[in-house]
């Protein structure tokens, strides 16, 4: 995975001592700072970013699990031919 392009692990630009403008970025500085969080990005469905801590419960997992088992067993049973 790529690193958050915010947060303690952004590279700030420095300014330089004898001017106000910032000093260029180059190499991995650069694409750090204009790296895009890829679950803010538009285009990227079913990801969704979350607040620090926050977890799904383990019972909805479990809940999927047991639904969907117990659906493909009741679809199985309409196929002629079982015992």
């Given at each position: 995975?790529s690193?958050?392009?915010s947060?303690?692990t952004?590279?700030?630009p420095?300014?330089s001592?004898?001017s106000?403008?910032p000093?260029?970025?180059?190499?991995?500085?650069?694409?750090?700072?204009?790296?895009i969080d890829p679950?803010?990005?538009p285009?990227?469905?079913?990801r969704v970013r979350?607040?620090?801590?926050?977890e799904v419960s383990?019972?909805?997992l479990i809940?999927?699990?047991?639904?969907?088992?117990g659906a493909v067993?009741?679809?199985?049973s309409?196929?002629?031919?079982?015992?």
């Amino acid at each position: 995975m790529s690193a958050p392009a915010s947060g303690p692990t952004a590279v700030p630009p420095t300014v330089s001592p004898t001017s106000a403008e910032p000093e260029a970025r180059t190499g991995a500085q650069a694409v750090v700072a204009d790296a895009i969080d890829p679950a803010r990005r538009p285009d990227v469905l079913l990801r969704v970013r979350r607040d620090e801590g926050h977890e799904v419960s383990a019972w909805w997992l479990i809940g999927a699990f047991v639904f969907i088992s117990g659906a493909v067993i009741a679809l199985l049973s309409f196929v002629p031919g079982g015992s």
